[in-house]
Each structure stands twice: as C-alpha cells, then as structure tokens.
C-alpha cells in the first residue's frame, strides 16, 4: 500500500472487526489503524461471543505494552487465536513466557542465533538466494510461492531437519497462522488449526526423540536447562514449533512485500540498483512496511491505566506492529517507501523481552537475497493479480506472480 485507501475520518468505529481474517485478505488494515491512531488509539472490541479485546496502535504504547512484562503477561499466549483460552504452550514455549523462564529459554538460542554466530552460514544463504533468482528468471513465477520455501533452506539446515520434510512443514505454518484462509483451510478454522498443529507437534515430537546434542538448534535445546532442570518433552516440542513458526512467518513475507513495493516506487528501486550500498537500509524500510507479524497479544496482571482509561486485570491487550510502524508520529511520510529512510526504529521484530530470537537470522538472509536482486535484477514486472493471505497474525502475500527482467551486463 503506498497511501491511504480511504481517509481515516470515514471509518465506521462501532463496526471494525480486527479478529476478522477477512479484513486482512480482501480489505484494507492500514486504513482502520489510521484511523484508530487519530480517534481511538486504545480500542475496545466485543465479539459476538462475549470475548473482548483492546487495540493498542499507536508506536510509544505499543513499545510500552511489549516492554512491561509485569504489567502484561504473554503467558495466556500471544495470538488472538487464543483469546478467551489459556495456550497451552503458555510459560513451557519462549514466546509465550515470561522472564525469568523467557530469559533462560531466550539468551541461549540468541547465542546460537547471533550474527558472530551466524557469519558461517553467510555463503549459503547467498547460494539460496540466487537459486531462487535463477528460478525467477525462467518465465513468470509466482514470487510468493518461491519465497515461501526461502527460510526452510537455512532455518531447516539450522534445525538439523531433512530437506524432504521442508514443503510439507512450510504447508502447516502456514495453515496454522492461517487457518481461515481458503487456499490452506481443511473444513473450518478450528479444524485446520487442529490438524497443522497435531502434525507439527507430533513431527517435532518424533524429531527430538531422534535428535543428539550435536544436531542444530533441536540439539541445542536438548542442552538447555530451565530452573535447574533439562527440558520437558512438551517444552522441547513448544519451542521447535516456535522456533520454525517465527521463521517461515516473517522472512518470506517482508520478501514478497519489499519486492511489490519496489514494483510500485520504481524510482526507490532504481536508488538501490546505483548504489548496492542501500541494501541494509532498503532491507529495514522493507520490515517497517510490509511487518510481518501484524499483532502481539498481552493480558494485563493488574488493573492498570493506558492512555488515560483502565485496564482491568485479566483484559486481553493486542497490539498492532503493522499500525506502529506507520505512526506518522514516529515515521515522516509514513506511508511512503524510502530505502533511505533515517532513523528507522520500527517494530517489526517487537520490542522489550520478546524481540524476536531469530531476528540477526531474518537480517542476514534478506541483506543477502536483496544484494542478490540489486545486482542481477533489472527489474521486476507484475504478472497477475496479488492475493493477501486471510489472517490476522501474518501480513502475507499468498500468490504474487512476476516477470523477472535480469541485467545484461
């Protein structure tokens, strides 16, 4: 999206459905969140069921939320797929605990997951990216699709998980962020969800049995200790789950949304091509705009005050990443693409405790594929329509297919 749809003032408050997977598919999030940010910056939904929730999308309050563990609580879990039931995942997976199980989980993985550590792997992640050019370059192909399998060939190396196993596991992450969507739905929602999640947690189940020390990040968590104690079989299926999940959800899709938005600013694209140096500033104007992971979802352990109302204890609080990001606050021209932006503080990875333990990963991978595109890349075409995936979770997009034109000389 390059600018506002709609203007803000137009939007009908009492009638938004930010649960709805719909919105996020066919509509337009950008202009209720515009419009949140300037007549209701603390938002409080009710569902037809009884559950209710309260928006938070304005930058400084979504910091404030993500950075204040004590007063919100990601152990009832961190997606609105949860609301109104305890995830069971809650204080055994990283993510959905908090300090100080969170920081014994966190702090070794990020070793592991660090760019010191990393710098090793940097060769084959550039031999990924450019076979996934060279297969662009064979006619149109549907960039979505491609990118879709991108982090699998570095996260599941680093994984110590079988090539043969990485389309299929792809499938079911994407089925359980989005579960509603038509292109991934098994019967209904619920029943997809169900059914991604009994075969990702039965796979890892199987995975971890089978798995050394030595193996990866499977192996590295078999080492870890929490409380004085190795982990649970069910702590260790958690935490692979998560691990993978965060992977294939943010990669692959600020992948496809940089390149649309190069599509639609030719001129920014061009800016990168002369000087190959705009790669890691392209890179972090591309997590701003596209922002992945569109929510992050609290519940307060106190009565507390936002934005001058109250918050009782137990309220479910969601914040939005995407709406964060587009603060025009915090961002000059917000909902224009600037490669050159400066400073750019976004929030795609979180912020607080829960900044993303993979985010040096998804850093590396995407300098990598971008500096590919810049120098091979003439430019990149439009082929079809674009297709959003339907979930509230993920900003994806699920069918995006180009015609790449590479440089002659």
Avoid at 195 to 222: K, M, N, P, Q, V
Avoid at 273 to 289: F, N, Q, S, T
Wanted: overall charge neutral; proline content about 7%; charged content about 25%.
């Amino acid at each position: 999206m390059s600018e506002r749809t709609a203007p803000a003032a137009s939007t009908d408050l009492d009638s938004l459905d930010l649960m709805d997977p719909r919105l996020y598919g066919s509509g337009d999030p950008h202009t209720i969140w515009t419009a949140l940010r300037e007549r209701a910056p603390l938002h409080l939904q009710s569902l037809p069921d009884g559950r209710r929730f309260w928006s938070v999308t304005k930058y400084h309050d979504v910091r404030e939320v993500l950075r204040d563990h004590t007063r919100f609580t990601s152990s009832r879990g961190t997606l609105l797929s949860v609301l109104g039931s305890r995830d069971p995942a809650g204080g055994k997976m990283m993510a959905a605990s908090d300090p100080p199980v969170h920081t014994m989980l966190h702090e070794p993985i990020a070793k592991l997951l660090s760019r010191r550590a990393l710098e090793p792997f940097v060769p084959e992640v550039r031999r990924v990216a450019h076979r996934l050019l060279e297969r662009l370059a064979d006619g149109p192909r549907d960039l979505a699709e491609l990118a879709a399998g991108f982090p699998m060939a570095f996260t599941g190396t680093l994984m110590g998980i079988p090539e043969q196993d990485w389309a299929r596991l792809t499938v079911l992450t994407t089925a359980a962020i989005a579960p509603e969507d038509p292109d991934f739905r098994l019967g209904n929602g619920l029943n997809t969800l169900a059914t991604a999640h009994h075969e990702l947690f039965s796979y890892f189940s199987r995975r971890t049995r089978r798995t050394t020390r030595e193996d990866g990040l499977i192996g590295a968590l078999l080492g870890l200790e929490v409380g004085g104690r190795r982990l649970r079989h069910d702590e260790l299926v958690y935490n692979c789950y998560s691990l993978l999940l965060g992977a294939n959800v943010t990669t692959p899709h600020a992948v496809t949304q940089t390149v649309l938005a190069f599509i639609e600013n030719p001129a920014e694209y061009r800016r990168l091509v002369d000087d190959p140096r705009l790669v890691p500033g392209a890179v972090e104007e591309g997590l701003r705009w596209s922002s992945p992971a569109s929510h992050f979802l609290r519940h307060a352990t106190q009565d507390t005050t936002l934005r001058g109302r109250q918050v009782r204890e137990g309220d479910a609080v969601v914040t939005w990443l995407g709406s964060a990001n587009r603060d025009e606050e915090v961002f000059s021209e917000p909902f224009r693409f600037h490669v050159t932006r400066s400073p750019n503080p976004h929030v795609a990875f979180g912020f607080g405790p829960h900044h993303c333990v993979g985010a040096a990963l998804a850093r590396m991978a995407l300098n990598a594929l971008f500096a590919e595109i810049a120098g091979s890349v003439e430019r990149f075409d439009l082929a079809g329509p674009v297709e959003h995936l339907a979930s509230n979770f993920a900003a994806g997009i699920k069918h995006m297919p180009v015609v790449t034109k590479l440089r002659t000389t």
